[in-house]
């Protein structure tokens, strides 16, 4: 994930600034039309998720020298094996309508040849985001009462149609379940760790510990499995029974999980069947179980601010390192 040896703590700048370039009226309402073409699934305000294009004139913006991409990912049976997921850095897990579960992946180190599939974008995304400077968010879509809001983050929105050539269709799988992503149609090259600004630290194992092979969280209709492996010097990932491989790098295994427990509250969106989407409050602190080397670590997670990054700690208020390599952070009911 980092450059090997690194053992610092991953950059601090990460003040969030709005995004200049959204206060047209013609950017406002080329958002809104990407919405209504290739929203999220419909329902009090919503629409269909399918990644349609927008009916716009394709640009071509590209990102900033030193922001990250991050790409909501589908994660519904249909959806599996992913591409391009081995390379991100970071891959967030959280809990989504119907009890079901949605992946971000959060691009700095490496930029791969494609990602996805992707899908449409949640509440919980634009705070989650707001740790990183000026980041650029690839989507599917979103609900149309939630255009105003990433229109107002201070993030770059990507959505189908807004950068020619960024988005495209595999031929292997039905919609909506086949729209990928070309990054470097976004990014000019990958940004480097530094633009990471998240709060993590990397280095030698905190004291203590608990031998730990194996953890699974549990979404109301979704789970996540790990298995130690020391062989791969990461956690096998497995979701809903089923060991997760990607397309293009083979077996999921990340070098650091993190299980974060946080609170989970209704949001003011529904889907076309009524269940409500909530929303994960990534702002505060609580505990979280840290897993790396074949060890779990009981810790406490802290994020002051939505400009903050999190900080995960022991009891004794030192930071807790994470091993080199990815990081995945699962958000988990307190």
């Given amino acids: 994930m980092a450059e090997n040896g690194r053992v610092a703590t991953v950059g601090t700048a990460h003040r969030a600034r709005a995004w200049r370039g959204r206060t047209t009226a013609a950017l406002l309402a080329a958002a809104l039309a990407a919405s209504l073409a290739a929203g999220c699934t419909s329902?009090?305000?919503?629409?269909?998720?399918?990644?349609?294009?927008?009916?716009q004139k394709p640009g071509h913006s590209r990102a900033a020298a030193g922001s990250v991409l991050a790409v909501k990912i589908d994660n519904s049976r249909h959806a599996r094996p992913h591409t391009g997921l081995n390379s991100a850095d970071v891959?967030?897990?959280?809990?989504?309508?119907?009890?079901?579960s949605r992946l971000m992946a959060v691009y700095a180190s490496e930029l791969p040849a494609a990602v996805g599939p992707v899908r449409s974008a949640r509440e919980t995304d634009l705070e989650l985001l707001r740790q990183f400077e000026q980041p650029t968010l690839a989507?599917?879509?979103a609900q149309s009462k939630l255009m105003p809001l990433i229109d107002r983050a201070p993030l770059r929105a990507e959505p189908p149609g807004r950068t020619s050539g960024a988005f495209y269709r595999g031929p292997d799988r039905p919609a909506p379940h086949n729209l990928y992503l070309r990054p470097a149609a976004l990014l000019p090259e990958a940004p480097g760790a530094a633009a990471l600004t998240t709060g993590f630290s990397y280095g030698a194992a905190p004291e203590g510990g608990t031998p730990d092979a194996y953890e699974t969280v549990k979404y109301p209709a979704a789970r996540f499995t790990f298995i130690w492996s020391a062989s791969q010097g990461g956690w096998l990932v497995s979701m809903d029974g089923v060991g997760a491989t990607?397309?293009?790098g083979g077996r999921l295994a990340p070098a650091t999980v993190v299980v974060?427990?946080?609170?989970l509250r209704k949001s003011d969106y529904y889907d076309s069947l009524g269940n409500n989407t909530p929303f994960t409050e990534t702002v505060g602190t609580g505990r979280a179980k840290v897993l790396r080397d074949g060890k779990a670590y009981d810790v406490t997670w802290s994020r002051p601010t939505a400009d903050d990054g999190t900080r995960f700690a022991t009891k004794d208020g030192e930071p807790?390192?994470?091993?080199?390599?990815?990081v995945w952070v699962v958000f988990a009911k307190a």
Avoid: I, L
Avoid at 320 to 326: D, E, R, S
């Fill in 43 to 55: 329902g009090n305000g919503g629409s269909k998720d399918d990644g349609s294009s927008p009916d």
């Fill in 91 to 100: 891959v967030y897990a959280e809990q989504v309508e119907g009890g079901m």
């Fill in 139 to 141: 989507y599917s879509g």
């Fill in 246 to 248: 990607t397309t293009d």
């Fill in 260 to 263: 974060q427990y946080v609170k």
């Fill in 320 to 326: 807790v390192n994470f091993a080199q390599g990815q």
